[in-house]
């Protein structure tokens, strides 16, 4: 577990007073990339994917040094996620509603993916919307594609139906190498009843699904299934996005233009 994840029976309350287990080290983000607004940890290149809302993405180390940085094209990009398998990256476009995907060798776009707005003919995502926000990809070898994503939608109000404040699920066709066009449909909801869900990382190991809500300036932790285990307090800004590497360290993105690396406090090294 990457902190305590206690299910919570009592109702939630705000400001809360726990805060996450993790000690501020320093901002990283020396180079000043413009508006980080998602990042990952890639796994095999042992580096940091952040991407930023003008369509800019760059690839840096655990320190902030950047080892490759392209503007893609003119697009607001929310967030950012990988297959641990393929090393391939996939940016979540608000707005456009739909997902990109990147070879991270020379941050070049290979597909694209048009997300369904619609659930058994209901809509959940609406045209003019907040929009997608964040997204991590879930690894499941007995998948047909590998895997599938959660996409967040940034929702400001939890009754509006057609908008919702929510997790989505979505099967992507990844290995349909011949579509470079394709089409993402919905799968499942998960509905936190939390407002502003601004970033999202799912860890393997645990099973865990991890969600930053901006306005309450906090990370919740859920099952696979979607319930709710435990909210701490998010110290910061504007957080928009969140990952972890392999050691343990945690790295927020914040769209007012730093990427906070924490200490877990307990860990000596």
């Given at each position: 577990m990457l902190f305590g994840?206690i299910k919570?029976?009592s109702?939630t309350?705000?400001?809360?007073?726990n805060i996450i287990?993790y000690?501020r080290?320093?901002?990283?983000?020396?180079?000043?990339f413009?508006?980080?607004?998602g990042?990952?940890h890639?796994?095999?290149r042992?580096?940091?994917?952040?991407?930023?809302?003008?369509?800019d993405?760059?690839?840096?180390?655990?320190?902030?040094?950047i080892?490759q940085?392209?503007h893609?094209f003119?697009s607001d990009?929310?967030?950012?996620t990988?297959n641990?398998s393929t090393g391939?990256i996939?940016?979540?476009?608000?707005?456009?509603e739909?997902i990109?995907?990147?070879n991270p060798?020379g941050?070049?776009?290979t597909?694209e993916f048009?997300l369904?707005r619609?659930?058994n003919?209901?809509?959940l995502?609406?045209?003019?919307g907040?929009?997608?926000e964040?997204?991590?990809?879930?690894p499941?070898s007995?998948?047909p594609?590998?895997?599938?994503?959660?996409?967040a939608?940034?929702s400001l109000?939890?009754?509006s139906?057609d908008d919702i404040?929510?997790?989505?699920?979505y099967e992507?066709?990844?290995?349909n190498?011949k579509?470079?066009?394709?089409f993402?449909?919905i799968i499942r909801?998960?509905?936190?009843?939390?407002?502003?869900l601004?970033?999202l990382?799912?860890?393997?190991?645990?099973?865990?699904?991890?969600?930053?809500?901006?306005s309450t300036?906090?990370?919740?932790?859920?099952?696979?299934?979607?319930?709710?285990l435990?909210?701490?307090a998010?110290?910061?800004?504007?957080?928009?996005?969140i990952t972890?590497?392999?050691?343990?360290?945690?790295y927020i993105?914040q769209?007012?233009?730093?990427?906070?690396k924490?200490?877990?406090?307990n860990?000596?090294?």
């Amino acid at each position: 577990m990457l902190f305590g994840c206690i299910k919570n029976s009592s109702s939630t309350t705000f400001p809360l007073k726990n805060i996450i287990p993790y000690k501020r080290l320093k901002n990283i983000n020396y180079s000043k990339f413009n508006e980080p607004s998602g990042i990952c940890h890639h796994i095999s290149r042992k580096s940091l994917i952040v991407v930023g809302d003008e369509g800019d993405i760059c690839e840096m180390d655990y320190n902030g040094k950047i080892l490759q940085k392209k503007h893609l094209f003119n697009s607001d990009f929310e967030g950012v996620t990988h297959n641990p398998s393929t090393g391939l990256i996939y940016i979540a476009v608000e707005g456009e509603e739909k997902i990109i995907e990147i070879n991270p060798a020379g941050l070049t776009v290979t597909r694209e993916f048009i997300l369904s707005r619609q659930l058994n003919g209901e809509t959940l995502l609406k045209v003019g919307g907040q929009g997608i926000e964040a997204i991590t990809f879930v690894p499941n070898s007995s998948h047909p594609h590998g895997g599938t994503f959660l996409v967040a939608n940034q929702s400001l109000q939890l009754d509006s139906k057609d908008d919702i404040s929510g997790i989505i699920e979505y099967e992507i066709p990844l290995n349909n190498k011949k579509v470079k066009k394709g089409f993402g449909k919905i799968i499942r909801v998960i509905q936190p009843y939390i407002i502003d869900l601004t970033g999202l990382y799912y860890e393997m190991s645990t099973k865990l699904i991890y969600v930053i809500s901006e306005s309450t300036n906090t990370l919740s932790c859920l099952s696979r299934a979607g319930i709710l285990l435990n909210v701490q307090a998010l110290p910061g800004q504007r957080q928009e996005g969140i990952t972890f590497d392999s050691k343990g360290y945690l790295y927020i993105a914040q769209d007012s233009g730093q990427i906070i690396k924490y200490k877990p406090i307990n860990q000596v090294n």
